[in-house]
């Protein structure tokens, strides 16, 4: 069973919408999926709160403080929205769990630095297999070419780079993603998640 965790020590980055998306992207698939959110705000079950009947189905996954527990049997696809300042044994749970674990990434030299530490310790443990996301990515900034420099002298993926939307914001406050809605509304942004759904399958 895939279980895919969407994880940066840094806040603020895009986390959710991250993995709301992937869950989306999922459920789109016909899968069972389950949503879970370790994350103290837990913005991703507001967002589980919000979705409506109509959409199609994702599950909460209910995770305490202090434990993470094994999906139900009907799930086939797992994906968890981890908090800011994941570390320790806690991030070492999250881990052992984890066939995939996706980093989400600003254009912006605080959070490239911020995360680099991060990353080391993920290549280091080769638990999972590792890809990085760039967030609100405008191509034409130097901001932008400082983000490609610095994951170009890393030995990991980049699965593709999101722009900066309303789409995202919009959809999320009706508890729906990408994946909800007709291709034609969000063609721009379907085609950036390409690279991103192609090694979540496979």
């Known amino acids: 069973m895939p279980i895919v965790v969407v994880a940066n020590p840094k806040g603020g980055v895009g986390k ?15 899968h069972g999926v389950m949503l879970g959110d370790a994350d103290r705000q837990q913005s991703s079950a507001l967002w589980l709160r919000l979705r409506p009947p109509t959409a199609r189905p ?10 993470i527990a094994r ?16 570390h320790g044994k806690r991030f070492k749970d999250v881990l ?22 991060f990353l080391d310790e993920l290549t280091e443990t080769r638990r999972a297999a590792v890809g990085i996301v ?5 191509p034409r900034t130097i901001a932008a070419d400082k983000l490609a420099e610095f994951v170009a002298g890393l030995d990991l993926p980049v699965l593709g780079y999101l722009r900066d939307t309303q789409n995202y914001i919009h959809l999320a406050a009706r508890g729906l993603t990408l994946f909800d809605v007709a291709p034609w509304r969000v063609e721009k942004d379907l085609l950036q998640w390409q690279g991103i759904c192609q090694w979540l399958d496979h």
């Open 58 to 67: 994702i599950q909460t996954w209910e995770i305490s403080h202090d434990q």
């Open 96 to 117: 052992k769990m984890a066939n995939k674990v996706i980093v989400p990434l600003q254009p912006s030299i605080f959070d490239i630095y911020a995360t680099r530490d």
């Open 71 to 86: 999906p139900p049997k009907d799930v086939t696809h797992v994906v968890l929205d981890t908090p800011a300042g994941l």
């Open 134 to 138: 760039g967030m609100r990515v405008d």
């Open 16 to 30: 959710t919408t991250l993995s709301t998306n992937v869950a989306g992207y999922f459920a789109s698939q016909g």
